[in-house]
């Protein structure tokens, strides 16, 4: 009778003891998982046109439709602007490619409109807004990002881009997730 007994408590507190390590592994799986949710928020680089998300890039061949002109692409728009009003803004909207465009926008001999730096980012707004409104598969591509961070990743700019080193201000990226936040609100 004393080893029946003794045999049922044992029994019982091999039980109790599995119960306490299943449910301490599920807690532990439960708090990664949320670790993960909160902490690991999946990156989505893009750059090059050709590679995944390329048409996020402003040299992607996407034309546009603002101040009652079609822009090739929105860099051609973008770079444009640093000399709106001016010759030059239709001599870059006219450009080849979006690659001379930049060179252009970006040729220091060409005067720079003073207030430049503090209009880029709304001017750089409107472009990925008429881009992203304008294209369809465009909207639905960025909305298929959910919540995932979007970041431009070169070393060649530290200022739209992540710098390639993740230091960068990775305006460009910010302002996509900004637009896609806005497209989804309902
Ligand atoms: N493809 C590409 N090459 C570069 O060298 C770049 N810096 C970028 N970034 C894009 O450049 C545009 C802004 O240029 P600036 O402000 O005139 O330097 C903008 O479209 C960035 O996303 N891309």
Redesign the pocket.
């Known amino acids: 009778m004393l080893k029946i007994a003794f045999a049922s408590r044992q029994a019982l507190f091999f039980c109790h003891r599995t119960a306490l390590l299943a449910h301490n592994r599920l807690t532990s799986a439960v708090t990664i998982f949320r670790f993960v949710e909160v902490f690991i928020v999946q990156k989505i680089h893009f750059?090059s046109v050709n590679d995944d998300y390329g048409s996020f890039?402003?040299?992607a061949p996407y034309s546009v439709r603002i101040k009652g002109k079609l822009w090739p692409t929105?860099?051609h728009f973008?770079?444009a602007q640093k000399f709106a009003g001016q010759p030059d803004e239709e001599k870059i909207r006219k450009a080849k490619t979006p690659v001379l465009a930049?060179q252009m926008?970006?040729d220091r001999r060409r005067p720079l409109r003073r207030d430049w730096d503090s209009v880029?980012i709304s001017i750089m707004r409107e472009a990925l807004w008429a881009k992203f409104t304008q294209h369809q598969e465009l909207r639905v591509e960025l909305a298929s990002t959910k919540d995932a961070c979007l970041v431009?990743h070169?070393e060649?700019?530290d200022?739209?881009?992540d710098g390639g080193d993740g230091k960068g201000k990775n305006m460009?990226g910010i302002l996509l997730m900004e637009l896609r936040a806005k497209l989804s609100a309902p």
Do not use: I, M, V
């Open positions: 750059y890039s402003n040299f929105t860099e973008f770079q930049a926008g970006r880029k431009e070169t060649n700019d200022y739209w881009g460009l």
